[in-house]
Nanobody
Framework: QLQLVESGGGLVQTGGSLRLSCVASGRILSINLMAWYRQAPGKGRELVARITSGGSTDVADSVKGRFTISRDNAKNTVYLQMNSLKPEDTAVYYC???????????????WGQGTQVTVSS
């Protein structure tokens, strides 16, 4: 199974910045799409941003202009730069890979363990 490990979460004041990282491992041959989701207390999981191996991105309206997704294909790593953070950005942030080709076969719908982001007002 593909392993995804997130890092970079923490406590920050309103207006601050954080950079999340997610490293994928597991004898990977190729990954097209990598994404970040988040889940706030009492709410469902929502898509924050996603990026293809070619660099095409899709960002949720709620974070557009504040969050930037990027990736390093050689390192199988995806990043989420979060600026101008607001209390409503408080959530557990999860890395997701819908499909990965590996030496073992194809892995579907892999998730990281999540990293907590807390924005204080």
């Amino acid at each position: 199974q593909l392993q995804l490990v997130e890092s970079g979460g923490g406590l920050v004041q309103t207006g601050g910045s954080l950079r999340l990282s997610c490293v994928a491992s597991g004898r990977i041959l190729s990954i097209n799409l990598m994404a970040w989701y988040r889940q706030a207390p009492g709410k469902g999981r929502e898509l924050v941003a996603r990026i293809t191996s070619g660099g095409s991105t899709d960002v949720a309206d709620s974070v557009k202009g504040r969050f930037t997704i990027s990736r390093d294909n050689a390192k199988n790593t995806v990043y989420l730069q979060m600026n101008s953070l607001k209390p409503e950005d408080t959530a557990v942030y999860y890395c997701n890979v819908p499909r990965a080709a590996t030496q073992r076969g194809v892995d579907f719908d892999s998730w990281g363990q999540g990293t907590q982001v807390t924005v204080s007002s």
